[in-house]
């Protein structure tokens, strides 16, 4: 699988962005997506996470109520809205593949990763 993010740049706080990621190759086989990010000087977080079945949703609590993952099965892609953005959503975002049922939230779970894109947001 093979994975390919894309969308993001500069953007003032309270703006709006979407990410994109497709997926390539043995996309069938995919259980999950996840977005992760990090910021400089940090760990790398969990985002957001959906099944590729079914299409339940989970987000870390700071971007609950702002952004929203969904995904295209038949298109093989996911995206990632990002709306009313702050100062310390920059980070460079990754999305993430995982082929088995575990933790959305934990990124030993994914398999396959995007190249990244990063996403300022100036204040």
């Known amino acids: 699988v093979q994975l390919q993010a894309s969308g993001g740049g500069l953007v003032q706080a309270g703006g709006s962005l979407r990410l994109s990621c497709s997926a390539s190759g043995r996309a069938s086989s995919i259980n999950g997506l996840g977005w992760f990010r990090q910021a400089p000087g940090k760990e790398r977080e969990f985002v957001a996470g959906?099944?590729?079945?079914?299409?339940?949703?989970e987000y870390t609590d700071s971007v609950k109520g702002r952004f929203i993952i969904s995904r295209d099965n038949a298109k093989n892609m996911v995206y990632l809205q990002m709306n009313s953005l702050k100062p310390e959503d920059t980070a460079v975002y990754y999305c993430?593949?995982?082929?088995?049922?575990?933790?959305?939230?934990?990124?030993?779970?994914?398999?396959?990763w995007g190249q990244g894109t990063l996403v300022t947001v100036s204040s």
């Open positions: 993430a593949a995982k082929l088995f049922s575990g933790g959305s939230r934990w990124d030993y779970n994914y398999h396959y």
């Open positions: 959906i099944r590729w079945t079914g299409g339940s949703t």
